[in-house]
Structure formats: C-alpha cells, structure tokens
C-alpha cells in the first residue's frame, strides 16, 4: 500500500503556485497604487510651488508682500494633503496585508485539511499498538492549528491597533494644525504692520 498519490501532489502544487501567483497580483497592484498616490502628490505640491511664484511675481506693495507672507504661514492645506496621503498609504497598506493574510489563510486551511486527511488514512492503517502514537501525532496536528489561529488573532488585532493609533495620531495632528494656523497667520500679519 502506497500513501503517495502523485495526483493530489499535483493539486496542491498547482495550489501553491495559484496562490503565490494571487499574491504577486495583490502586491503589483498595491505598488500601482501606491506609484499612482506619489504621483498625484507630487503634481499637487508642483502646482502649489508655482502658484506661490505666481503670486510672490504679483505683489506690488509692502502690505500685499505681508498678507502674501502670511498665507504662506497658513499650513493647513499643506498638512491636510500630507494627514490624507499619509491615510491613503496606510489604507492601502492595511489593506494589502489583509488580503495577502485571506489569501494564506485560505491555503493553510486547505493544507491542514489534507494533512488531517492524510492522517485519518495512515490511522485507519496503522499496525496493532500504535493507536497511542497515531493519538499523539493527531493532538500536535490539534495543538499546531490552535497555535496558528492564536497567531492570526494575535496579528490581526496588531494590525487594528496600529490602525487606531495612527488614526489618532493623525486627528491629533490635524487638530493642532487648526489650532496653530490662525496664531501663526496672527503673529505674521502682525510682525508686518
């Protein structure tokens, strides 16, 4: 009696190289997207730099140059542009990371189940006397996916926290931004006069 079933072999090579190649796909497009963000906020900060030439080319009097000097105090859209493409990248980060960890789930599921299989069988199988050690191999194959599901748990509210946290961090900056802009433009438009 042969356990080795080159057909099943097959399968789940061919699974395997399904999976690395869905893998590969999630990562191409997240560097795309990725790619596509830097882009955008480059051409965005491009723009902005001509426009404040533009209007530094304008003025035509001292208190045109400090209201013009205190506009530039104002970081609001600046910082507001940096907070939403700094949300968009993690975004596509968390989102990258839950897909790939679907993806692997899915795939060690598959195996365990055949690995369960594969033990069922060699069990049904196994000479007299060696119940014991076909119980012991079954309780690791048992302790080794409870150890799996605790790590996936235990990763997934990492990734949760770090979420939060970065959302926190990014309302808190975004508050004192609002809080500090009108006392800059205050003191510049003040120092001017």
Known sequence: MSFFNPEKLQTVQKANLDLLQQISGKVFASVEQLSQ?????????????????RKLLAVRDPQGFADLQASFSQP???????????????ALIVGTHS???????????AGTAQVQEFVEEISKNAPAGSEPVVAAFKSGLA?????????????????????????????????????????????????NK
């Open 99 to 109: 897909d790939i960890a679907q993806l692997t789930s899915n795939q060690v599921e």
């Open 143 to 191: 302790n080794a996916g409870t150890v799996f599901e605790s790590a996936q748990k235990t990763a997934k509210q990492a990734t949760e926290a770090a979420q939060g946290n970065f959302d926190s961090a990014s309302a808190a900056a975004a508050d004192a931004v609002a809080k500090a802009a009108p006392q800059a433009s205050n003191k510049a438009t003040n120092g």
């Open 76 to 90: 609001n859209a600046q910082t507001e542009r940096l907070a939403e493409f700094n949300r968009q990248v993690q």
């Open 37 to 53: 963000l830097q882009f955008k906020a480059l051409r965005e900060s491009t723009e902005e730099q001509f426009e404040g030439v």
